[in-house]
């Protein structure tokens, strides 16, 4: 069984930033295909960058490119989302998730294990 668990989140305003951080238990993540994903209240949840094992290779949805970071340190057993110029519309519940990258756009079907989310809120 795969623990989650973000931390980083908060309140900030408008073109200010804040890292995500999502501690994975075990060993887990050296293994893991690992995705942000986010919910505002009243939208479905879509998924904001996902990073593979291996290659690293990334994924950003567009609404997020040039300004959000994913990353991964495996050896902390970590995964991070850098956000930057952050605007009130990225005010959201974010999640991390670990899974397979069977798409090159991550689908929430393909992410088995999930943590508690963490909220930021941009005014």
């Known amino acids: 069984h795969v623990q989650l668990v973000e931390s980083g989140g908060g309140s900030v305003q408008a073109g200010g930033s804040l890292r995500l951080s999502c501690a994975a238990s075990?060993?887990?993540?050296?293994?893991?295909?690992m995705a942000w994903f986010r919910q505002a209240p009243g939208k479905e949840r879509g998924v904001v960058a996902r990073?593979?094992?291996?290659?690293?290779?990334?994924y950003y949805a567009d609404s997020v490119k040039g300004r959000f970071t994913i990353s991964r340190d495996n050896a902390k057993n970590t995964v991070y989302l850098q956000m930057n110029s952050l605007s009130p519309e990225d005010t959201a519940m974010y999640y991390c998730?670990?899974?397979?990258?069977?798409?090159?756009?991550?689908?929430?079907?393909?992410?088995?294990?999930w943590g508690q989310g963490t909220q930021v809120t941009v005014s």
């Open positions: 075990g060993d887990t993540l050296r293994s893991s295909c």
């Open positions: 998730a670990a899974g397979l990258c069977r798409t090159y756009v991550p689908a929430d079907r393909d992410f088995p294990f």
């Open positions: 990073i593979s094992t291996g290659i690293y290779s990334t």
